[in-house]
């Protein structure tokens, strides 16, 4: 059975990053401003490895499968109904998006940093609240 303190331990960053990325910056400026372009990347980054952190503490707990890669923890969550199609849609991408920022497989496309940052952040919102109800 999931922990529901340690997995709220774990939500927590998520939570912290978009708040800071909502306070501190500044989207228009980040094909700019290379401060605003690191800040933004890094906050994601955060955010996004607290998703798999989370996504692989319920799959482990919960005997959901074995994932082979990160985004298939995103797909179990899907498969077992921790998540639905449309929100693990999105999570397998900013997944992807989090392996290029931390693997430097291609330069990283500030226009999607930039498009998450207005648009994308109450996905990870979502992600937090779906989880939490899924919690004793």
Do not use: C
Request: charged share 30%; hydrophobic share 45%; net charge negative.
């Amino acid at each position: 059975m999931t922990d529901p303190d340690l997995v709220a331990k774990k939500l927590a960053p998520i939570e912290t990053s978009v708040r800071e990325l909502r306070t501190l910056s500044r989207p228009a400026d980040i094909p700019v401003d290379k401060l605003q372009e690191r800040f933004a990347e890094h906050t994601l980054q955060i955010a996004i490895q607290a998703v798999l952190d989370v996504a692989s503490h319920i799959v482990s707990d919960e005997r959901l499968g074995e994932p082979r890669t990160n985004r298939e923890l995103v797909d179990l969550l899907e498969r077992h109904g921790w998540l639905p199609t449309d929100l693990a849609t999105v999570m397998r991408r900013m997944v992807g998006f989090r392996n290029i920022l931390v693997h430097g497989y291609e330069i990283v496309d500030v226009g999607i940093v930039r498009d998450i940052v207005e648009h994308r952040l109450e996905d990870l919102l979502r992600f937090v609240r779906l989880i939490r109800t899924r919690l004793p």
